[in-house]
């Protein structure tokens, strides 16, 4: 199983980014997905996230600008970011909750992330 984060780049404050990440293997389902990031010189923080059911989660820093949704058709989670602020800067991480076969538990993955660069 791989996580694979696209999307990120070097953006303007003010500006909007939408990032991507898509799951690949044989998978059975994906419970729920996320979103965490880290800043330069600061460990992992949570970002947000989505379950296979629907209900979504955001850190404070980020309720009213962060959208977070999932294709599992496509195995994929999308993060929309809005009125990026340079303290979004950092590497944003994807993790995803997975089961592989019928009766296995649910494990873990985690992306290598994707930099998102904001200047003001």
């Known amino acids: 199983v791989q996580l694979q984060a696209s999307g990120g780049g070097l953006v303007q404050a003010g500006e909007s980014l939408r990032l991507s990440c898509a799951a690949s293997?044989?998978?059975?389902?994906?419970?729920?997905m996320g979103w965490y990031r880290q800043a330069p010189g600061n460990g992992r923080e949570f970002v947000a996230a989505?379950?296979?059911?629907?209900?979504?989660n955001y850190a404070d820093s980020v309720k009213g600008r962060f959208t977070v949704s999932r294709d599992d058709a496509e195995k994929t989670v999308y993060l929309l970011i809005n009125s990026l602020k340079p303290e979004d800067t950092g590497v944003y991480y994807c993790?995803?909750?997975?089961?592989?076969?019928?009766?296995?538990?649910?494990?873990?993955?985690w992306g290598r992330g994707t930099l998102v660069t904001v200047s003001s």
């Open positions: 293997g044989r998978i059975r389902h994906i419970g729920i």
């Open positions: 993790n995803a909750a997975i089961s592989l076969n019928l009766g296995r538990p649910y494990v873990t993955y």
């Open positions: 989505l379950t296979s059911g629907g209900a979504s």
